[in-house]
T-cell receptor, first 113, second 112 residues
Framework: GENVEQHPSTLSVQEGDSAVIKCTYS??????FPWYKQELGKRPQLIID?????GEKKDQRIAVTLNKTAKHFSLHITETQPEDSAVYFC????????????FGGGTRLMVKP | DSGVTQTPKHLITATGQRVTLRCSPR?????VYWYQQSLDQGLQFLIQ???????AKGNILERFSAQQFPDLHSELNLSSLELGDSALYFC???????????FGPGTRLTVL
């Protein structure tokens, strides 16, 4: 089955700096890669996703890049703000083969004001 | 608010007991997914239903079962509960079988 590794497990940045979180996946059939933000005790909230026919996607301060050859995708957050502090999860799945998400272990992002 | 609702929010019970968690998907969504989030195992997929039928199964224990009803709400039944079953249980829904998943607020289960 799919295995997703996520790094780093914790990340501390100053407000205004950029943050990068990286994930690798094992199953070359995976073709959908969402990122979720989870605040303490709350639901995972989708912040951006990318499908395998696209190499990069941006939404304001958030961008995701995908390298299918290396089986690697990354989340980039620019101009970080204290409200970006949360745990971020990457996930991978094969659409039309069950759509079950396999999650990475999570990254705790702390943005210091 | 994702539009996915889950009840109850919190559940405290004893080992050996049985509980039922309920999920109502977003209006128009046909797929329902169940995930377990624990400190040691992270977020793990349990099971998916699409329009009343089981679609995919993950690391779901035999003591756990689920179903999706004609009105599309779903229930996750956990029996012979053990201390290790204490976790956050999330339901997610999507429009079809292969679309973006939106998570509900979760049910926190504590087994004493």
């Amino acid at each position: 089955g799919e295995n997703v590794e996520q790094h780093p497990s914790t990340l501390s940045v100053q407000e205004g700096d950029s943050a990068v979180i990286k994930c690798t996946y094992s199953d070359s059939a995976s073709n959908y890669f969402p990122w979720y933000k989870q605040e303490l005790g709350k639901r995972p909230q989708l912040i951006i996703d990318i499908r395998s026919n696209v190499g990069e996607k941006k939404d304001q301060r958030i961008a995701v890049t995908l390298n299918k050859t290396a089986k690697h995708f990354s989340l980039h957050i620019t101009e970080t703000q204290p409200e970006d502090s949360a745990v971020y999860f990457c996930a991978a799945c094969t659409i039309n083969a069950g759509n079950m998400l396999t999650f990475g272990g999570g990254t705790r992002l702390m943005v210091k004001p | 608010d994702s539009g996915v609702t889950q009840t109850p929010k919190h559940l405290i019970t004893a080992t050996g007991q049985r509980v039922t968690l309920r999920c109502s998907p977003r209006s128009g969504d046909l797929s329902v997914y169940w995930y377990q989030q624990s400190l040691d195992q992270g977020l793990q997929f349990l099971i998916q239903y699409y329009n009343g039928e089981e679609r995919a199964k993950g690391n779901i224990l035999e003591r756990f079962s689920a179903q999706q009803f004609p009105d599309l709400h779903s229930e996750l039944n956990l029996s012979s509960l053990e201390l290790g079953d204490s976790a956050l249980y999330f339901c997610a829904s999507s429009v079809g079988r292969a679309d973006t998943q939106y998570f509900g607020p979760g049910t926190r289960l504590t087994v004493l």
